[in-house]
């Protein structure tokens, strides 16, 4: 075969039969390459089906589920969710012959909600009274009451789920084989824990020294308090919730928190001068990722797991309106950080 065939042959997409067996093996980005050689490189789950990480755990979940005979045929998935959860188990629920029914409240973008229906969830809000504030804790016990009072339903119950951990592994495999171990620090967003500390604890079998630092919102609590009140979905531990089973903090080696407003503008700041559209969350994470950079050892790699893309956000965090409702929009943060990126990348 001539070669240059070979190798058009080679880059043709495969073909698959289900949405599912597009999950992983997502790219990474370099952001930034600092004048002694450290490099910030973005871990784009962006690309996987639901424009999200967190199919990575919801089909871990149903299979698990599936393993332990708790989930027959017919049966009904019951999951709290702020939306990138249920947009995974939607399609894997759609795969697979389930039903699928969501707990939410209106703390979720708009958008997120729009998908699951349809993807033909049944969305039951926990409250619905209009209210943007995030009820994890109510959202759950109602979960928990659904699936009770079902004989063939299953609350996979995310943040307790050791599966969601496991679902995280192939990307910690991926790392491994994309940078041939040469990674010194991950950093990532923690919510329910099994993203960053599910990656993290399989990247240490073979980079044991790999730095693991965890993000979460101001007003979370998993890194202490104070807490009050934020808008960064899909992340934290809201005042009132429980610190998720699978936050492994002796895995983590140092717990941060970001702002809304700073993380908002970092990801405002990547689509207007890199064309990258990514979530209000993964702006935190990128932007505690480009504080660190002039800090950095030479020769360092950081990757940054950015858990979704930016299209479910266009109602909220690249919404003028919706950020100066809410006290959100700052130029001058938006400035500071263009600064900070332009420096990075120009180095």
Not at 99 to 128: I, N, Q, S, W
Request: one cysteine or more; hydrophobic letters at 40%; glycine letters at 12%.
């Amino acid at each position: 075969m001539h070669k240059a065939f070979l190798h058009k042959a080679l880059l043709r997409p495969p073909i698959v039969s289900r949405v599912s067996d597009l999950i992983g093996c997502t790219p990474l980005f370099e952001l930034c390459r600092t004048e002694n050689g450290s490099r910030l490189l973005l871990k784009l789950e962006q690309f996987n089906p639901t424009g999200s990480a967190k199919i990575r755990m919801a089909r871990q979940m149903v299979l698990a589920a599936e393993e332990r005979g708790e989930l027959r045929p017919g049966g009904r998935i019951i999951e709290s969710t702020s939306g990138n959860t249920g947009l995974g188990l939607a399609v894997i629920a759609a795969e697979r012959g389930y039903t699928f029914t969501a707990v939410v409240d209106h703390h979720a973008c708009p958008d997120k909600l729009r998908g699951m229906t349809a993807l033909g969830t049944e969305l039951v809000y926990v409250v619905d009274d209009g209210t943007e504030d995030l009820a994890t804790a109510a959202r759950e016990e109602l979960a928990e009451k659904l699936a009770d009072e079902d004989d063939n339903a299953v609350f996979t119950e995310q943040h307790n789920n050791p599966a969601n951990a496991v679902g995280y592994y192939p990307v910690g495999r991926e790392l491994v084989a994309a940078l041939t171990g040469r990674i010194d620090v991950l950093i990532g967003a923690v919510g329910t824990g099994g993203g960053l500390c599910g990656t993290g604890r399989e990247l240490r079998r073979t980079v044991p020294d790999v730095a693991i630092v965890g993000v979460e919102p101001k007003g979370s609590i998993a890194f202490g308090g104070p807490a009050h009140d934020y808008y960064q979905s899909g992340t934290g531990t809201p005042e009132g919730a429980s610190i998720g089973a699978l936050v492994d903090f002796d895995l983590i080696d140092e717990g941060v928190k970001v702002g809304d407003i700073e993380a908002f503008a970092t990801a405002r700041v990547l689509a207007r001068t890199t064309g990258l559209l990514i979530g209000g969350s993964a702006g935190g994470v990128v932007y505690e990722a480009l504080t660190r950079m002039a800090d950095l050892p030479p020769h360092t790699t950081m990757v940054a797991l950015l858990n979704d893309g930016g299209e479910k956000y266009m109602d909220t965090v690249f919404d003028d309106d919706w950020m100066r409702a809410r006290d959100l929009m700052d130029p001058k943060a938006e400035r500071e950080i263009d600064e900070l990126l332009t420096k990075l990348r120009g180095s």
